[in-house]
């Protein structure tokens, strides 16, 4: 079964500060996908990145960054230089190469103040 | 433009009422869901179908039944709402294979509260 744990619940962080946000997975496919989505408060999901197993590079986009670690498991999303506008709440998901039964962690609620 | 719509976007209903979200696609992709987010804002899948053919169907009461008329629409209808029901209900879509990411892009997501 795959299982995808964001331990953290809450994050509030002052303006300009970096924040990570942890992803833990559990599967047991060596072939498969991780995303990071981006829920505002208007309530939209937002698609921001898709990671495939076999790629561990690091990706930064802006201000965002990934950092996918296959031996601990783990696809962690650091925002640096927050911004109000980045206040949301972030879910990390996992899906099988030919799957399309994406599992969910339970989202991070991020809030930046100014 | 909209690559993912749902409407209604809010909903408010009666319980015992019967209802339905429907959900268009123009991303030309071959797979459409509905998920359900709950108070807490978790997601959970309900239904997956590929090329009008239900591939997913988790354990969703039998009040949920989706139809899809053709690839690119799939609408959910509730029957005999009650107010466990109330929740945010997320149309989405992606393609089926998994060359491409299978990235599933979801609407704006459809508010339903039962009173």
């Known amino acids: 079964a795959q299982k995808v744990t964001q331990a953290q619940t809450e994050i509030s962080v002052v303006e300009k500060e970096d924040v990570t946000l942890d992803c833990v997975y559990e599967t047991r496919d060596t072939t498969y996908y991780l995303f990071w989505y981006k829920q505002p408060p208007s309530g939209e999901l937002v698609f921001l990145i898709r990671r495939n197993s076999f790629d561990e590079q690091n990706e930064i986009s802006g201000r965002y960054s990934w950092n996918f670690q296959k031996s601990t498991s783990s696809f962690n999303f650091t925002i640096t230089a927050s911004q109000v506008v980045d206040s949301a709440v972030y879910f990390c998901a996992l899906s099988y190469y030919n799957n399309n039964d994406m599992r969910f962690g339970a989202g991070t609620r991020l809030t930046v103040k100014p | 433009d909209t690559a993912v719509s749902q409407t209604p976007k809010y909903l408010v209903t009666q319980m015992g009422n019967d209802k339905s979200i429907k959900c268009e696609q123009n991303l030309g992709h071959d797979t459409m869901y509905w998920y359900k987010q709950d108070s807490k804002k978790f997601l959970k899948i309900m239904f997956s179908y590929n090329n009008k053919e239900l591939i997913i169907n988790e354990t969703v009461p039998n009040r949920f039944s989706p139809k899809s008329p053709d690839k690119a629409h799939l609408n959910l209808h509730i029957n005999s709402l009650e107010l466990g029901d109330s929740a945010v209900y997320f149309c989405?879509?992606?393609?089926?294979?998994?060359?491409?990411?299978?990235?599933?892009?979801f609407g704006e997501g459809s508010w339903l509260t039962v009173v």
């Open positions: 989405a879509s992606s393609r089926r294979e998994g060359v491409s990411g299978n990235t599933i892009y």
